[in-house]
């Protein structure tokens, strides 16, 4: 019998998560990642006015500025917010999914490129025999956050990173 609810339990959690939410509430998650910019359509229309756009601006200037320390840590990780004038290409005073998917279509050689790069300096900087690998002493001195995964990395077990062993290590995280 307990089988039986749970069961019942687990199959309207799905068609409950779709229900509408009191007006204030936060949104369910409704597509694009959660974080995204659908978190910007307030009215719930499924487009992002110009004024959603600018409001969320607003909150996330002043998030920036009640914490400069997160803000900067993003800053190295991330790249520059696009404005509204670039995201909405058929410039009808709105932003949707398509227009933001296409954003990151067009920008992603770009921005795989720079990652590519930053990845060939580290991995450089790291490798201080230049022997194009990295041993155990390397990683825990120039990768400190990635010493205690180096034997899950290291996949042929040889004692050594290479650059293909740790790009296979990042598509699996």
């Known amino acids: 019998m307990k089988v039986q609810a749970l069961a019942a339990a687990l199959l309207l959690l799905p068609a409950l998560s779709f229900a509408q939410a009191p007006a204030g509430a936060a949104q369910p998650h409704r597509g694009m990642h959660h974080g995204g910019l659908e978190r910007l359509d307030t009215d719930n229309d499924g487009r992002i006015s110009r004024t959603e756009f600018d409001a969320g601006q607003a909150q996330r200037d002043a998030w920036r500025a009640q914490h400069p320390e997160r803000a900067e840590r993003a800053d190295r990780r991330r790249h520059d917010a696009p404005t509204f004038a670039v995201l909405d290409t058929n410039r009808d005073g709105y932003i949707v999914r398509s227009e933001v ?26 490798d201080l025999n230049r022997d194009g690998k990295l041993g155990r002493v390397e990683v825990q001195e120039k990768m400190p956050r990635m010493a205690d995964r ?14 293909a062993e740790l790009e296979a290590g990042h598509k699996r995280r």
Request: charged share 40%; aromatic share 16%; glycine share 2%.
């Open 101 to 126: 998917s296409a954003y990151h279509d067009r920008v992603r050689p770009q921005r795989d490129a720079e990652r590519a790069a930053k990845f060939d300096a580290r991995f450089k900087e790291a």
């Open 150 to 163: 180096f034997a899950w990395l290291d996949d042929n077990k040889d004692g050594f990173l290479t650059r």
